[in-house]
């Protein structure tokens, strides 16, 4: 039987999950010293492929990753930033190559030199072969001011200090896009961390009760933000623009008329794997687990393939903390009440969220002609059925009313 885990344990499980270079959520910006020098070459090309001619940009890649060949070979002693923005690379690379020239233009295959390179970088995280909502939003940004060889987590102050790293269509809506997004996994991430400094404290060998409510109504502002950023998505960015340009490259290979993709040299079969997906989002999940929410769909745990291993294990040891977590707030009224606030940020969030749905898919898919994505998310759900039934099923993890 397991031994029941220290505070000091605890303490560091958290700390590896939320803090440095090797942590799951590293909100560190991306410097070149993190990739080797072929790499560099490649994250230029999944940067300048935008600017392309899209009849070019099959050719381009192909060429480049066979030319780059052996010297691509990534180290185990590897840091795991250096595995996580080489997949990040690739798996641009690898959506660019199968949509750029679109639905008609989708190939039955991808080459040995991307396909070989796409599996291996994946493998060495623990994620799907395919671009995920880890790759644009968490991985894809860099800072304006970024200390040269800094490991520090780092939160962006302002606007101007985010940028974007790759975009597929080079539009200033898709930089946008990302930016918000991005905007959101801050949020949420600081909203968990507030969350894991309250989990922390209910192991306290003292009455730490102020404390936690503090950490609670930290995490009720910090939830709000998520929602202020979501909003925030029409500043920049042309719902038609992002609907007609932009999604179709968030795609995966599960859709109707193209049910699956083979990577030529390691599969022998079509491979068929979701497209990125805001339920990708390890952030939102570390926060809804540790929160208590439980989802009928499966699709929600299926997602977590999209995530990297370390995150997947990081969200476990949250799930294995959450009853503990919630029997500890239910007994002090005032905690429970902080709580519970915390769910209803979360549900204004997903609200949120539906209305950009509206905005963004559901109200361009009823002008423009019909394609393989209008009836479904990218991650290939019905998308309001789904938004709809997970916000009320969060809505359901409050604690109950204390009997009278």
């Given at each position: 039987m397991n031994q029941p885990?220290?505070?000091?344990?605890?303490?560091?499980?958290?700390?590896?999950?939320?803090?440095?270079?090797?942590?799951?959520?590293?909100?560190?910006?991306f410097q070149p010293h993190y990739l080797p020098a072929p790499w560099l070459e490649l994250h230029e090309l999944a940067v300048a492929l935008c600017h392309m001619p899209t009849t070019e940009r099959r050719?381009?890649?192909?060429?480049?990753?066979?030319?780059?060949?052996?010297?691509?070979?990534i180290e185990e002693s590897a840091t795991h930033l250096t595995k996580l923005h080489c997949y990040r690379v690739v798996s641009f690379l690898l959506n660019t190559y199968v949509w750029c020239e679109g639905e008609t233009g989708f190939p039955e295959s991808v080459p040995i030199s991307l396909g070989s390179l796409v599996l291996s970088r994946s493998e060495a995280i623990g994620i799907s072969p395919i671009t995920t909502h880890f790759t644009v939003d968490v991985l894809n940004w860099t800072m304006a001011d970024a200390t040269p060889h800094s490991s520090d987590v780092s939160y962006p102050q302002h606007d101007e200090d985010i940028q974007i790293l790759h975009t597929f269509t080079g539009t200033k809506d898709e930089e946008w896009f990302f930016h918000a997004t991005i905007l959101v996994e801050i949020a949420g991430h600081k909203a968990l961390r507030c969350l894991c400094d309250a989990l922390l404290l209910t192991h306290a060998d003292s009455d730490e009760t102020d404390e936690i409510a503090r950490h609670l109504d930290n995490a009720c502002v910090y939830v709000g933000e998520m929602t202020l950023a979501i909003n925030r998505m029409g500043e920049h960015c042309s719902p038609d623009v992002f609907y007609q340009q932009v999604r179709p490259y968030l795609a995966g290979w599960t859709l109707p008329t193209h049910q699956g993709l083979k990577y030529e040299g390691a599969t022998s079969t079509n491979k068929?794997?979701?497209?990125?997906?805001?339920?990708?989002?390890?952030?939102?999940?570390?926060?809804?687990?540790?929160?208590?929410?439980?989802?009928?769909?499966?699709?929600?745990?299926?997602?977590?393939q999209y995530m990297p291993a370390t995150a997947r294990e990081f969200i476990a040891f949250l799930a294995t903390k959450s009853v503990g977590f919630r029997t500890f707030l239910s007994a002090?009224?005032?905690l429970k009440e902080r709580f519970n606030t915390v769910i209803a940020k979360l549900k204004e969030f997903r609200s949120s969220h539906i209305s950009a749905v509206t905005r963004y898919i559901s109200i361009p898919a009823s002008k423009h002609s019909k394609t393989s994505l209008s009836d479904q998310g990218t991650g290939g759900t019905n998308l309001m059925v789904f938004l709809k039934q997970t916000r009320q099923e969060g809505e359901e993890a409050a604690l109950p009313a204390t009997d009278s």
């Amino acid at each position: 039987m397991n031994q029941p885990l220290t505070m000091a344990d605890l303490v560091a499980v958290l700390k590896r999950g939320l803090d440095g270079e090797d942590s799951v959520f590293p909100w560190i910006p991306f410097q070149p010293h993190y990739l080797p020098a072929p790499w560099l070459e490649l994250h230029e090309l999944a940067v300048a492929l935008c600017h392309m001619p899209t009849t070019e940009r099959r050719r381009a890649i192909e060429t480049t990753c066979s030319r780059l060949g052996p010297s691509l070979n990534i180290e185990e002693s590897a840091t795991h930033l250096t595995k996580l923005h080489c997949y990040r690379v690739v798996s641009f690379l690898l959506n660019t190559y199968v949509w750029c020239e679109g639905e008609t233009g989708f190939p039955e295959s991808v080459p040995i030199s991307l396909g070989s390179l796409v599996l291996s970088r994946s493998e060495a995280i623990g994620i799907s072969p395919i671009t995920t909502h880890f790759t644009v939003d968490v991985l894809n940004w860099t800072m304006a001011d970024a200390t040269p060889h800094s490991s520090d987590v780092s939160y962006p102050q302002h606007d101007e200090d985010i940028q974007i790293l790759h975009t597929f269509t080079g539009t200033k809506d898709e930089e946008w896009f990302f930016h918000a997004t991005i905007l959101v996994e801050i949020a949420g991430h600081k909203a968990l961390r507030c969350l894991c400094d309250a989990l922390l404290l209910t192991h306290a060998d003292s009455d730490e009760t102020d404390e936690i409510a503090r950490h609670l109504d930290n995490a009720c502002v910090y939830v709000g933000e998520m929602t202020l950023a979501i909003n925030r998505m029409g500043e920049h960015c042309s719902p038609d623009v992002f609907y007609q340009q932009v999604r179709p490259y968030l795609a995966g290979w599960t859709l109707p008329t193209h049910q699956g993709l083979k990577y030529e040299g390691a599969t022998s079969t079509n491979k068929e794997f979701s497209g990125a997906s805001a339920a990708q989002s390890a952030i939102i999940a570390s926060l809804t687990t540790l929160i208590g929410e439980h989802h009928a769909d499966g699709f929600l745990a299926r997602m977590k393939q999209y995530m990297p291993a370390t995150a997947r294990e990081f969200i476990a040891f949250l799930a294995t903390k959450s009853v503990g977590f919630r029997t500890f707030l239910s007994a002090q009224e005032q905690l429970k009440e902080r709580f519970n606030t915390v769910i209803a940020k979360l549900k204004e969030f997903r609200s949120s969220h539906i209305s950009a749905v509206t905005r963004y898919i559901s109200i361009p898919a009823s002008k423009h002609s019909k394609t393989s994505l209008s009836d479904q998310g990218t991650g290939g759900t019905n998308l309001m059925v789904f938004l709809k039934q997970t916000r009320q099923e969060g809505e359901e993890a409050a604690l109950p009313a204390t009997d009278s």
